[in-house]
């Protein structure tokens, strides 16, 4: 039966498409534009949270930083602890910065007690221009091996046991500091004779003691002291003050 609008059966009763043509078919997810695709928003795309690089953990290199500096190693290690955690598995970089940072804060820490405990103890002992007449002295050195050096000097208690006893000092004039030997026995005498007082003098004319000659540096300089002490010819330790 024939169409009674003349069309052909089948065809579009209005003609062609009115806009020229088909319209698109749908299409299932996964494409182009929709989650997990490489689309610009896609999670896990090019563009996504998860392909921004790591950053670079501010407090790891501070722990270096601060590791370096004199006064700060113990806030450089505890910070490098704390980087050391924040760039665990890769969440952050520096993680060489916190490592470094442990270290060099150990060893700061340690040269830090260290320093406490030789100020404490005076491992450095007295300085010899420091020294005054009457003061009992414990130190390596303080023989007749004197002219050798002497170290560790320690003002102790004369009722201690100790090595030497000063019984003199004299500022060296620019001439005497010049003249000065320490390996003139009779040099050294003769600077400490005149200020000694008659007992004080009487002992150096006993075998028994010995006495020696302390400058700061081993060739004096004008305005240094000469320090007389006076110890037993033996080597053995006084336990009592010398008139």
């Given at each position: 039966m024939?169409?009674?609008y003349?069309s052909?059966s ?5 003609g062609?498409?009115?806009y020229?043509?088909q319209p698109p078919a749908?299409q299932?997810y996964?494409g182009g534009g929709s ?6 928003q896609?999670y896990?795309?090019?563009g ?7 950053k670079?953990d ?6 270096f930083v601060?590791s370096?500096l ?11 602890f704390?980087g050391?955690s924040?760039?665990?598995?890769g969440q ?7 490592i470094?940072?442990?270290v ?10 260290g320093g406490v405990?030789?100020?404490a103890?005076?491992?450095?002992g007295?300085?010899i221009?420091d020294l005054?007449?009457?003061q009992?002295l414990?130190?390596n050195?303080?023989?007749k ?5 002497v ?5 102790v208690d ?7 006893q000063v ?8 001439e ?5 030997d ?7 005498v003769?600077?400490c ?9 009487g002992?150096l004319l006993d075998?028994?003691?010995?006495v020696?000659a302390?400058t700061?540096?081993r060739?004096?300089?004008s305005?240094?002291k000469v320090?007389?002490?006076i110890t037993?010819?033996d080597g ?5 003050k010398l008139?």
């Amino acid at each position: 039966m024939s169409d009674p609008y003349g069309s052909p059966s089948g065809s579009n009763p209005y003609g062609q498409n009115p806009y020229g043509q088909q319209p698109p078919a749908p299409q299932p997810y996964g494409g182009g534009g929709s989650y997990g695709g490489g689309g610009p928003q896609g999670y896990g795309g090019g563009g996504g949270f998860g392909g921004q690089p790591p950053k670079t953990d501010g407090v790891s290199i501070a722990s270096f930083v601060l590791s370096l500096l004199c006064c700060t190693g113990l806030i450089g290690l505890i910070l490098g602890f704390v980087g050391l955690s924040r760039t665990k598995n890769g969440q952050r970089k520096g993680r060489g910065f916190a490592i470094a940072g442990i270290v060099l804060g150990i060893l700061s820490v340690l040269l830090a007690i260290g320093g406490v405990v030789v100020v404490a103890t005076g491992v450095l002992g007295e300085r010899i221009n420091d020294l005054k007449d009457g003061q009992c002295l414990t130190g390596n050195g303080l023989d007749k091996s004197a002219d050798e050096g002497v170290s560790g000097i320690h003002v102790v208690d004369c009722s201690d046991k100790h090595d030497a006893q000063v019984i003199a000092t004299k500022t060296l004039s620019s001439e005497e500091a010049d003249d000065f030997d320490f390996g003139d026995q009779t040099q050294i005498v003769e600077h400490c004779t005149p200020m000694l007082d008659s007992g004080e003098a009487g002992l150096l004319l006993d075998p028994k003691y010995y006495v020696i000659a302390l400058t700061q540096e081993r060739k004096p300089s004008s305005g240094d002291k000469v320090v007389c002490v006076i110890t037993l010819a033996d080597g053995g330790s006084l336990d009592e003050k010398l008139p």
